[in-house]
């Protein structure tokens, strides 16, 4: 894949992201005050997931050589935390349906 490709696909998965998240954020609104409580700071470390590959992809754009290469990688470990972030906060909602 190069690097216009990467780029694409990078940008789409952080707009997926931001969409899963006003997801989730609907479902949130509908449970109770304590099952709210519960979920609101998963719901924190997915923005800051999902922040921090944004400006990882903006620093992809610039890079270099093996810069981009490094960016590149830690793109790729911001999304696998991002997934597994995402299935710790659906497993919880799971619990509270």
């Known amino acids: 894949m190069n690097r216009e490709e990467f780029q694409a696909m990078a940008k789409k998965r952080i707009d997926e992201m931001y969409d899963t998240i006003e997801e989730l954020e609907k479902k949130r609104?509908?449970?109770?005050?304590?099952?709210k409580s519960k979920v609101n700071e998963q719901l924190e470390n997915l923005?800051?997931?999902?922040?921090?590959?944004?400006?990882?992809?903006?620093?992809?754009?610039?890079a270099s050589g093996d810069s981009w290469e490094e960016i590149k990688k830690a793109f790729n470990e911001s999304s696998d935390s991002f997934k597994t972030h995402l299935a710790n906060i659906k497993a919880r909602f799971a619990e509270m349906d």
């Open 47 to 62: 923005k800051a997931k999902r922040s921090e590959m944004a400006d990882r992809l903006e620093k992809l754009k610039g």
């Open 29 to 35: 609104d509908n449970l109770s005050e304590t099952a």
